[in-house]
Every structure is written in structure tokens, then in C-alpha cells.
């Protein structure tokens, strides 16, 4: 294979690789604070850094939207929806 077609695969791979991130909805920042709209919460996940994504974060998904918080939060919002079930079933 010729030199400049190998190079310009390399460049083509590696640019598309970088974008796979924003292409998957990974978490580029996160935010330490939950803000009053969190607290309704309709589901949330755990995204791990590696494979496409580049940091570790909590994502949170309330009325339509999606938060990025950080990891370092994940026992709180486990508190928060503990005590959303405890009122539920009192």
C-alpha cells in the first residue's frame, strides 16, 4: 500500500474515533452540584471512562433532560432515590 494512502487512513480512523464520543451521548464535562429538576428523576445510568467515552460520570435523565454529574455523586443520588421509594411505599 502506498505510504500516503496508509497516512491518510490513519488520520481518517483516528479523527473518526475521536468524534465516536459525542456520536454514543458521552458525558464530555459533569457538574458536582444536583440542582432541584434532578430530584425527578426519571432514570439515570453510569457511564465508565474507556472504550467510547473519556471520563467516568452519572447521567441523570429528568423531565426530558439529560444531566451530567460527577461520578464522586453517584451515593447521593442512590440516597435520593432510596427515600423517593420510601415515600412511595409509605
Not at 481518517?12 to 464535562?29: N, Q, W
Not at 460527577?70 to 447521593?76: A, H, R
Amino acid at each position: 500500500m502506498d505510504l500516503k494512502i496508509a497516512a491518510f487512513l490513519l488520520v481518517l480512523f483516528a479523527t473518526v474515533t475521536i468524534s465516536e464520543g459525542g456520536k454514543y451521548g458521552c458525558c464530555l464535562k459533569t457538574s458536582k452540584r444536583i440542582t432541584r429538576p434532578m430530584w425527578k428523576m426519571d432514570k439515570y445510568y453510569i457511564q465508565q471512562k474507556g472504550g467510547f467515552c473519556e471520563i467516568d460520570a452519572v447521567i441523570l435523565h429528568a423531565k426530558g433532560r439529560k444531566y451530567c454529574l460527577s461520578s464522586e455523586l453517584l451515593p447521593v443520588i442512590e440516597k435520593l432515590i432510596s427515600s423517593r421509594k420510601q415515600r412511595l411505599i409509605h
